[in-house]
């Protein structure tokens, strides 16, 4: 295990860092995006009324990828409001022009480790709705500790539900999707709402990737839970 793949606090990255290109509109954007919706981290509990300029129901979104199925979620629901966590700097800055186009109030993005930001700045019982896509499934027996989804996390994540909010994993890897519904039927907090995998939520929206691989006959799992009510 190299130094990169451990925090200074202990926990093994669910990522790794890469140099991937960053177009010249995607850092426009995060030039000028950041400063009005990006959220720094900081070790202490962050202020969501303020953040957000409301109260609301808000929903934790780990890992977006490009943002296309976050900014299509927080359109469809402008009435939630949605944290988005992404490391990776074009991913952050493709959300961010969709934010712009899409004017977007109901969306806030942090750019940092999503286990320091669950730990340190969201207070448990906050959020009404997790929201996992498809997360690097990390197929190879040596990667494995490296996967998001952990006793450990799930968790501290289900700490942070409400009473009755909801826990969305989503993956096109059977054996992790398998590793998901275990884990999270292990968490004594949480209960399935379904009879093992979910049907897909009329809230998540397929992507040109997902549907292609659906119409070649690949599978796509769903995980649904719900933080028990007491």
């Known amino acids: 295990m190299n130094e990169e793949e451990v925090r200074p606090h202990g926990h093994i990255r669910s990522y790794v860092l890469r140099q991937g290109r960053v177009s010249n509109a995607q850092l426009r954007y995060y030039e000028t995006m950041m400063p009005k919706v990006g959220i720094p ?7 969501l009324a303020a953040a957000f300029g409301r109260t609301a129901p808000t929903v934790l979104e780990i890992g977006f990828g490009m943002g296309e199925t976050t ?8 009435e939630t409001d949605y944290l988005a966590l992404e ?8 959300l961010l022009k969709l934010i712009a186009e899409g004017n977007l109030a109901n969306l806030r993005v942090i750019q940092h480790d999503a286990v320091e930001v669950v730990r340190d700045m969201i207070e448990p019982g906050l959020l009404s ?14 990667q494995q500790k490296r996967r998001l989804i952990k006793p450990d996390f ?40 379904a009879e093992g995998f979910a049907p897909r939520p009329d809230y998540r ?6 549907s292609r691989g659906l119409r070649l006959g690949h599978g796509v799992w769903d995980v649904v839970f719900r933080r028990r009510e007491t």
């Open 41 to 47: 981290y900081r070790a202490q509990p962050l202020d």
């Open 205 to 210: 929206p397929l992507t040109k990737f997902e």
């Open 154 to 193: 799930v968790a501290l994540l289900a700490s942070r539900l409400a009473p009755g909010g909801y826990f969305h994993c989503a993956t096109d890897w059977e054996e992790y999707a398998q590793q998901m519904l275990e884990v999270l039927g292990g968490e004594p907090t949480l209960e399935n709402t």
């Open 129 to 142: 709705g997790i929201h996992v896509f498809f997360p690097d499934p990390w197929p190879k027996k040596r």
């Open 71 to 78: 900014a299509v979620i927080a359109a469809a629901h402008p």
């Open 87 to 94: 490391v990776h700097t074009p991913g952050v800055g493709s």
